[in-house]
């Protein structure tokens, strides 16, 4: 089955820069589409960004737009997400999430079948 594996979350300072990677791993089948999630406290999980295996781009939420950068490298199975002039309302778990399917501009959480288990991102103003 899927396993996803975050790495690169941690405390930054407002104005500052992250950067979060995801393996998947522990499967023969690589999936079509690899993205974030995120959940501040006392808030709903929303979309942050996708990018499907066929695409040169990625889609993302308005908010992170011109700040945020998700790329992939398909032969490694891997999806980062450049996080820069990050803000307090940045903070949060950040989940990788994954499907078999090639989603463009789906963000819709249970389109996502596959999800990481978080990583914590805490920007200070």
């Known amino acids: 089955q899927v396993q996803l594996i975050e790495s690169g979350g941690g405390l930054v300072q407002a104005g500052g820069s992250l950067r979060l990677s995801c393996e998947n791993s522990?499967?023969?089948?690589?999936?079509?589409?690899m993205g974030w999630f995120r959940q501040a406290p006392g808030k709903e999980r929303e979309f942050v960004a996708a990018i499907a295996r066929s695409a040169d781009t990625g889609y993302y939420t308005d908010s992170v737009k011109g700040r945020f950068t998700i790329s992939k490298d398909n032969a490694l199975n891997t999806v980062s997400l450049q996080m820069n002039s990050l803000k307090s309302e940045d903070t949060g778990i950040y989940y990788c999430?994954?499907?078999?399917?090639?989603?463009?501009?789906?963000?819709?959480?249970?389109?996502?079948?596959?999800w990481g288990q978080g990583i914590q991102v805490t920007v200070s103003s």
């Open positions: 522990g499967h023969t089948f690589s999936a079509n589409t």
């Open positions: 999430v994954a499907d078999m399917g090639s989603h463009f501009g789906v963000t819709v959480a249970a389109a996502f079948h596959f």
